[in-house]
């Protein structure tokens, strides 16, 4: 399916509008004949045959077709603009639940500068050529024929004379095409760049001030500006290369007619009269020649935009979303059975290599090791972000990826390590999950998350609107609200990934101690740097490049006198080779 076939899916639901504007178009193009003829009967009949009472109709004819004109071109006009809007509109619908259905890998891949580009840049180009260019193609066309249609019933002659320049505006409009095509494409291309460059920047504001970097980031942007300055120009030196031929040919038709046409006159081949009407019909046919070169550029723009917009509705995720048939709640029985894992772009990276561990229902997992370990990737396969390269993952006894994707999430709950919240409401942001609880159910959660006080003592309590990705809080009270986000949910399975980091070890044993007194058992993962965060835990998995090295409870792990040993005596502060003590 070509670009222009595929746009079509999405206008031909304005197929009525269309019709009508269509056929608004036609009266309106048709009735641009008029005055020319009517100014030629002017010049023959009242001039020249001295028919004086034919003037009044004459001009009132021109007033009127001038005036339905008008109307019905502005009628026209808006019908495209609404299929125009139309399709953007649908358009952007399409790509946006694309955008909820792609995974963590198209995301690891694409830029969010690229991604707004696709979004706002390209979905405009589109409308531009159906709400605009479409119907001034159009226009080109039909000016085209019609004018060489009445043209030759005037004179085939100096018809024949004009249309020989033709071949060489077709063969203009042509080269230029080819030159700009790849053009535009590198212009999407270098606009994508500049966006994401501006996007990192607001995002890294923080980072760039705190490193004093403003004076190399204004240069790295003048570097993507210039280079989508430069781009902008190679496009407005191919449209120099070919505008001015265009344009003189379209001129050319003028000298032709006043020479050839005045010979003609002089031979008494032609009246005068019919050399005024064809030179009330010549700029019909200049304007599509003057006007093919811009429409190029139009339309090679559309077409740039049609690619990358396609390119992303293409987009495949590697995990298939299925919609929960049904609501399944799941007891929470997670097992690994031989699990290896590497991302798809880095196969010699062994991420995760044979992991076997069993979670009964209610249990909790401590996860400890080095950073980049691969705790979090780990823990990113229950909740199918990613699927194993080899082995399996069950829950409740069932491989994972026989359970639809949204039906298997409705059960788990994650607090990432990269918290974000939406800047909306406290309360909003803690029953994201599940929309529509109640205020005491918030604050219960809240509560248990050790956020409540905090929460309470904020201008407008629940009701307090944080600022993008939770400006505004603490890395700690983020965390917090973060955590009773993830418990609102009330879920089977719940993932806390260096969720209490950023809180003292005091706010951590309260929150660990009323997470314990939740009624319904949670299997819970904890991903932590401090064993203080996992010693109670049912099972620990100590973890180091990829593999679990060592495996078991806290005493049973301190026993072995092996790793966690070793990263427990050095938090503790003692000295290596130092009795530990009671270790509880
Ligand atoms: N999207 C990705 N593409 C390629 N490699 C990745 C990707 N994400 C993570 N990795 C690599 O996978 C390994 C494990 O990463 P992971 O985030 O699971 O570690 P971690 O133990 O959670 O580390 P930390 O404690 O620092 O959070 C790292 O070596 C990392 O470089």
């Not at 009242?46 to 009472?53: A, L, P, Q």
């Not at 929309?435 to 509560?447: G, K, N």
Request: net charge neutral.
């Amino acid at each position: 399916m070509n670009n222009f076939q595929w746009i079509w899916q999405y206008v031909k639901v304005n197929r009525r509008k269309l019709i009508i504007a269509t056929f608004l178009f036609l009266i309106s193009t048709a009735l641009i004949l008029v005055n020319p003829y009517i100014m030629g009967q002017i010049v023959d009949q009242v001039i020249d045959g001295n028919k004086d009472s034919l003037l009044v109709p004459f001009l009132l004819v021109m007033i009127g077709a001038t005036l339905v004109r008008t109307i019905t071109r502005y009628l026209y006009q808006i019908l495209f603009e609404q299929t125009g809007q139309n399709t953007l509109f649908d358009l952007r619908q399409d790509m946006y639940k694309k955008l909820q259905e792609l995974d963590f890998d198209f995301f690891n891949h694409t830029r969010v500068g690229d991604i707004m580009t696709r979004m706002t840049g390209d979905t405009d180009a589109i409308r531009h050529f159906v709400s605009w260019v479409s119907y001034q193609v159009l226009e080109c066309i039909f000016y085209f024929v019609v004018s060489i249609v009445i043209m030759g019933t005037i004179n085939w002659k100096l018809t024949l004379a004009l249309v020989a320049v033709t071949p060489v505006i077709y063969f203009l409009t042509q080269a230029m095409a080819r030159a700009q095509h790849p053009v535009f494409f590198q212009i999407r291309q270098s606009f994508s760049r500049l966006n994401s460059m501006v996007e990192e920047n607001i995002s890294g504001n923080r980072v760039v001030k705190a490193f004093v970097r403003e004076d190399f980031e204004i240069e790295k942007f003048n570097e993507h500006n210039e280079d989508y300055k430069k781009r902008n120009m190679d496009a407005a030196n191919v449209s120099k290369r070919f505008l001015p031929w265009q344009d003189g040919v379209a001129n050319s038709l003028s000298v032709i007619a006043l020479v050839f046409g005045g010979y003609l006159v002089i031979k008494g081949e032609m009246t005068l009269g019919d050399l005024v009407v064809f030179n009330g019909y010549l700029w019909m046919l200049n304007q599509p020649m003057r006007m093919s070169g811009w429409l190029i550029n139009d339309v090679e723009r559309f077409l740039a935009s049609c690619v990358k917009i396609r390119q992303m509705l293409a987009a495949k995720p590697k995990i298939e979303v299925r919609n929960a048939k049904n609501q399944v709640r799941v007891q929470g029985k997670v097992e690994f059975d031989h699990v290896s894992f590497h991302f798809a772009d880095d196969p010699e990276h062994h991420v995760l290599t044979d992991i076997n561990f069993t979670a009964q229902p209610g249990e909790t997992v401590g996860i400890i090791g080095e950073t980049g370990s691969g705790k979090t990737t780990l823990v990113n396969l229950i909740g199918r972000f990613y699927d194993p390269t080899s082995g399996t993952v069950a829950i409740d006894d069932r491989n994972a990826k026989d359970y639809p994707i949204r039906e298997l999430r409705d059960n788990i709950s994650m607090v990432m390590q990269d918290v974000f919240l939406f800047s909306n409401t406290i309360a909003d942001n803690i029953s994201f999950g599940r929309p529509h609880l109640d205020e005491q159910y918030v604050q219960s959660v809240a509560r248990i998350a050790d956020a409540d006080n905090f929460i309470a003592k904020m201008p407008e309590g629940y009701e307090t609107v944080v600022g993008e990705r939770g400006v505004g809080l603490s890395g700690g009270q983020k965390q917090r609200i973060s955590l009773a986000r993830a418990l609102a949910k009330d879920p089977s399975i719940l993932i806390l990934d260096d969720t209490t980091s950023a809180v003292d070890m005091e706010t951590e044993t309260k929150i660990q101690q009323e997470l314990g007194k939740m009624t319904t058992k949670k299997t819970t993962f904890i991903i932590a740097n401090r064993i203080s965060s996992v010693r109670d835990a049912d099972q620990i998995l100590l973890m180091e490049k990829g593999r679990v090295v060592e495996h078991g409870t806290h005493d049973e792990l301190m026993a072995l006198h092996g790793k966690y040993y070793e990263v427990f005596q050095k938090q503790l502060g003692l000295e290596k080779g130092e009795q530990v003590g009671n270790t509880k």
